[in-house]
């Protein structure tokens, strides 16, 4: 085999590989949340009682695109010297369901709790200066004034609205 054969077969398996792990990592990121069962099957069965089903959802955090400093006329310094993150994700869900057998009255054989995973949206902290120049002054010789300097730390924001289920029933 020539050796610029071997480089372009070495290239195409190279793409095969880089396409088949993106499409394996594809479904998780798309989801959105990753599921968390929580595997009681073992207790179940040792101890011959039913046990309760757990199950979670994960979030996956997924970081935005910060505005860029904006020029303000009159300050030497931009404005949103360092910016804020926005990240997109939310806060982590449950479902848990256990059996009552008879423990609140006939026809009411389980309590489940199911809390879906909600929406999070947050900017982090920032920063805003601004320097103790003012702009030139023609009355000064083109010196620029004096001025207290400024800072400011834009304080980070949440926004979020959980919900949750509480059932109590017959069946499983």
């Not at 010297?81 to 994700?89: F, K």
């Amino acid at each position: 085999m020539k050796p610029t054969t071997r480089g372009t077969l070495a290239a195409v398996m190279t793409g095969v590989v880089a396409a088949v792990g993106a499409a394996a990592a594809a479904p998780a990121v798309a989801a959105g949340t990753v599921p968390v069962p929580v595997p009681l099957e073992g207790v179940e069965n040792s101890l011959n009682l039913p046990a309760p089903k757990i199950s979670g959802q994960l979030p996956l955090p997924t970081p935005g695109s910060p505005e860029g400093p904006r020029y303000v006329e009159g300050r030497l310094v931009p404005e949103g010297a360092l910016p804020q993150l926005p990240l997109s994700g939310g806060l982590p869900g449950a479902d848990v369901r256990t059996p009552l057998p008879h423990v609140l009255g006939d026809g009411l054989e389980h309590v489940g709790v199911d809390a879906p995973a909600a929406g999070l949206r947050t900017l982090t902290p920032g920063l805003s200066l601004d320097a103790p120049l003012g702009p030139p002054n023609p009355d000064h010789l083109g010196l620029p004034d004096t001025k207290l300097p400024q800072a400011a730390v834009l304080t980070p924001l949440l926004r979020t609205a959980p919900g949750a289920n509480v059932e109590a029933g017959s069946g499983s």
